[in-house]
């Protein structure tokens, strides 16, 4: 759908002035708020339509609340397009997930990490289910590990899955990776997606080189007015019309990106710098592993030392135990990088945005 139409706007009317105020998760820090004009949601929504190929014959079934970029993205692009939208707000019941995809004939399903994960390996009849009218899914907020994305694709070949990469701050959405090229750009973002440039940059802003690890930065008309009462917060997101994202990740000779992880997520061991992501990879790469998040606590000693929260299934929590983790890790990690503390889990307990919630 290449021929994306601009609403056409009244006279008078100043799309630069503020549409709507959407605050961030805040995972990283105190929540902030977004500020969006009306000229961010026409062009973010025009090129989401376009690369998703929307029309009227679609159907979103919708699991994620509005007052989410990602959910809110999900209407606009259906309503621009013209298609339908099926609610569900109780993602906790699988099996309505199933019967709403089935009895509603849903043409899409987006999610976030979690959403995946749960369906993957907290369902028994999800990846044996026929979905006759499911086209595609798309998934965000979030890196999901493709351990997971392959397996839906084994389950359902003939579904296109579109990683995606966004922001509240852009809007919505950043960047896309065409379902086609999955197997040979595996793990990248992908590309901006349409009207959308991306960088990878190093702290003297210069253009990184292939490999090598610096911030992504995005220009678009859907990068944000600002943060709401907040100039300096402002400054710091937005320089020379390029917003700072605050992800680390890096280039491949396609000009492909590769996130690593957040600036502020960064683990130091032994002075050493470690990315939670790649941990938590290698272990959820072990079947019965539902989800795993790698935290670094203060040590005197070494600085930091790495803990594993690992959420395993129920039927099978007595066939998995820390030591067989640990040897998991052992052949896929450094020894820096191997876990010193292991907590299991039976439940994952998410928010309605689908994102973990940690115990405190």
């Not at 990846?127 to 499911?134: C, E, G, I, Q």
């Not at 280039?251 to 470690?274: M, S, W």
Request: aromatic share 8%.
């Amino acid at each position: 759908m290449s021929d994306v139409k601009i609403p056409s706007i009244t006279p008078g009317y100043d799309e630069e002035n503020c549409a709507e105020i959407i605050f961030t998760s805040g995972s990283t820090g105190k929540p902030k708020g977004v500020m969006i004009s009306h000229k961010n949601l026409i062009a973010n929504t025009g090129s989401i339509v376009e690369y998703l190929h929307l029309t009227e014959n679609d159907r979103m079934l919708v699991v994620l609340p509005f007052y989410y970029c990602y959910g809110l993205s999900l209407l606009h692009t259906h309503l621009r397009a013209g298609g339908s939208v099926v609610f569900n707000n109780s993602f906790i019941f699988l099996g309505a997930i199933i019967r709403n995809l089935l009895d509603y004939k849903c043409t899409g399903f987006a999610g976030v990490p979690s959403h995946f994960q749960i369906l993957l390996r907290m369902s028994d009849s999800f990846k044996t289910t026929t979905f006759p009218d499911l086209r595609y899914v798309t998934q965000a907020g979030g890196k999901l590990t493709p351990i997971f994305i392959d397996e839906f694709r084994e389950s359902f070949p003939d579904v296109l899955f579109y990683v995606m990469y966004g922001q509240t701050e852009a809007t919505a959405r950043l960047s896309y990776l065409p379902p086609a090229l999955y197997d040979s750009k595996k793990a990248s973002m992908g590309k901006g997606i349409p009207n959308v440039e991306l960088r990878v940059v190093n702290e003297n802003r210069e253009l990184t080189k292939p490999g090598e690890t610096g911030e992504v930065i995005a220009r678009g008309d859907n990068i944000m007015m600002g943060y709401f009462n907040d100039d300096e917060g402002t400054r710091n997101a937005i320089r020379d019309g390029w917003l700072y994202t605050g992800d680390l990740g890096n280039v491949d000779k396609d000009g492909f990106i590769y996130l690593t992880a957040r600036k502020k997520e960064i683990i130091k061991v032994r002075g050493k710098r470690i990315s939670p992501k790649e941990i938590e990879e290698v272990i959820l790469g072990i079947p019965e592993v539902i989800d795993c998040s790698i935290e670094g606590l203060e040590d005197d000693i070494e600085g930091e030392i790495l803990k594993a929260t690992i959420v395993i299934r129920q039927d099978i929590k007595n066939q998995l135990s820390e030591e067989s983790i640990r040897t998991h890790c052992a052949k896929h990690l450094a020894l820096y990088k191997i876990p010193k503390i292991f907590e299991l889990k039976q439940d994952l307990t998410i928010s309605a945005t689908g994102k973990k919630i940690k115990n405190t």
